[in-house]
Nanobody, 127 residues
Framework: QVQLVESGGGLVQAGDSLRLACAASEFTFSAYNMGWFRQVPGKEREFVAGISWNGGNTKYADSVKGRFTISRDNAKNTLYLQMNSLKPADTSVYYC????????????????????WGQGTQVTVSA
């Protein structure tokens, strides 16, 4: 059973930074693309960032490009999301997700190819 456990969320002010972490277990983490998504009540889950199995390729939503950085440590089975210059619009529940194995190309970050999700961590940014 795939396990993804997010941590690092919290309440911050606009302009602050946070780093989210996702501890992965029960699968070969280093073989799979991974991603971060976010969702606010009443809205669809939104892609935030994705990373290839070896960290060599990343993709970002336009809304976070230049402010957020996705990374991974395959030795620690951990996915990260460094969030800088946070805005109130970034307020959401953030989810870690397991993508396809050894995938290249833009289709690798479509939400439909992510098969397992964590429980989410709340990020709240005050103005």
């Amino acid at each position: 059973q795939v396990q993804l456990v997010e941590s690092g969320g919290g309440l911050v002010q606009a302009g602050d930074s946070l780093r989210l972490a996702c501890a992965a277990s029960e699968f070969t983490f280093s073989a799979y693309n991974m991603g971060w998504f976010r969702q606010v009540p009443g809205k669809e889950r939104e892609f935030v960032a994705g990373i290839s199995w070896n960290g060599g390729n990343t993709k970002y939503a336009d809304s976070v490009k230049g402010r957020f950085t996705i990374s991974r440590d395959n030795a620690k089975n951990t996915l990260y999301l460094q969030m800088n210059s946070l805005k109130p619009a970034d307020t959401s529940v953030y989810y870690c997700a397991k993508g396809p194995p050894y995938c290249t190309g833009d289709g690798c970050y479509d939400s439909t190819v992510f098969t397992s999700w964590g429980q989410g961590t709340q990020v709240t940014v005050s103005a």
